[in-house]
């Protein structure tokens, strides 16, 4: 049957220049592009009492560095604006420009309390508020699909376009963690991890940041710059079902490694300068696998001690999403290493869980979910084996934190 209404998600912090009759003028550029350093430093002294009350600051993988960095180049022209990457899609499917929503809004500097651009920081920055399109709650309607973008993607002309989320949120909603307590761990070619708080919670170093919830109350989390991107760097060419089952004899692997694809580090911890590193791990290819798949499994338990160190309720379920749940070794090593159970959904991709936001009536989003998604398996952890990796662990925080990268309680002993 046709659909009933769509929703596009994009990934959080992807930005392009479009002109007044929704025409991309500029390449996006992407949310891991860290050409606006130096912005994102002048964005975070620019609004450092608004970034102190919001409890997150600006990096330099976000919109609103980014904007400014596109107006100092001279990308934006008279009549032009600065879009997300899901709003240009949702343009593209309704024939002109639309709303965005307050969760792709964040990382451009949306004031998610007074629901308004902030302009006296925006003013500060040189960017004017015209620059950026209205803000609306996910899932409100932005237009219907028009003739064109029905011809080009079979889509019938005249369906619903609702407002979507960033690829993370949409996570979120497959993993139904939008209830308070409820986590969600998405690992693909970086982890996420999100969850759902009565509270926003303000992390002094940065790293920690919480969307509105369309529900009420707040989804606070971060995105890590590991993930399976190191594995698919590293070991493009393996077979990774061979050294998957090499694996499990080097239980806890040897030395100590924090796996970075590139440099910079932005969640559990903020650390621009941050670079991967793999100290004493043995030289064979399967010794530096179970290496990388134990160091991602301990970079998301900091993530959780982090968060729980902020104030946030992490005893509810942690449902597991990403690419990397096709790996069953390695979905029951990360639940050792938490000591957790895991849920995990029959649908993993974020595109496609994106209906459900489609399909829920305001403040329903949550309950939606939960009758939309089901859960394929559940994943109980093994306590014995999860206790073999706390000395790497408490390792691994001690590297990091000589290395000058983690800070405060996170490193010290879990909250």
Request: net charge neutral.
């Amino acid at each position: 049957r046709p659909p009933a209404a769509v929703a596009v998600d994009g990934t959080s912090g992807t930005v392009l220049v479009q002109d007044a009759a929704g025409a991309a003028r500029s390449p996006g550029l992407m949310y891991d592009d860290r050409r606006a350093a130096d912005d994102a430093r002048a964005a975070a002294e620019a609004g450092a009492g608004l970034w102190d009350e919001l409890g997150h600051r600006p990096q330099a993988g976000w919109g609103l560095p980014k904007a400014r960095w596109l107006v100092r180049s001279g990308a934006v022209g008279p009549g032009d604006r600065i879009v997300h990457q899901a709003d240009h899609v949702a343009a593209r499917l309704t024939g002109h420009p639309v709303a965005t929503d307050t969760s792709n809004a964040l990382k451009t500097g949306y004031d998610l309390v007074r629901l308004r651009w902030p302009a006296e920081v925006l003013d500060a920055l040189g960017l004017p508020a015209e620059l950026f399109p209205e803000v609306v709650r996910p899932g409100t309607e932005l237009g219907r699909v028009g003739a064109a973008a029905a011809a080009a993607t079979g889509i019938p002309a005249g369906t619903p376009v609702r407002a979507g989320m960033t690829d993370g949120c949409a996570a979120q909603i497959a993993a139904r963690a939008l209830r308070p307590g409820s986590w969600s761990s998405a690992l693909g070619t970086t982890l996420v991890v999100k969850g759902s708080t009565p509270q926003r919670l303000r992390d002094p170093g940065g790293a920690v940041y919480s969307h509105l919830n369309p529900d009420g109350g707040w989804l606070p989390g971060g995105a890590s710059s590991t993930g399976a991107g190191v594995v698919a760097r590293d070991f493009a060419r393996a077979d990774l079902a061979a050294l998957t089952r090499a694996a499990a004899a080097y239980e806890p692997a040897p030395g100590i490694c924090y796996p970075l694809a590139g440099q910079g580090e932005r969640f559990p911890f903020l650390a621009p300068g941050a670079t991967g590193f793999a100290d004493g791990v043995g030289a064979g290819p399967a010794a530096r696998f179970a290496a990388v798949l134990q160091g991602i499994a301990l970079v998301e338990r900091l993530a959780y001690d982090v968060l729980r160190g902020l104030g946030a309720d992490t005893a509810g379920p942690v449902t597991f999403s990403g690419g990397a749940t096709r790996n069953p070794y390695w979905t029951q090593l990360r639940a050792d290493v938490l000591g957790r159970q895991v849920l995990l959904p029959a649908e993993v991709q974020a595109a496609a869980v994106v209906a459900v936001l489609a399909a829920a009536p305001p403040g329903e989003l949550a309950g939606t979910a939960e009758r939309m998604v089901r859960i394929a398996a559940v994943v109980d952890p093994d306590p014995v084996r999860g206790a073999r990796f706390d000395d790497a662990y408490d390792r691994l925080r001690t590297a990091l934190a000589d290395r000058g990268w983690l800070a405060g309680a996170a490193a010290g002993e879990p909250a």
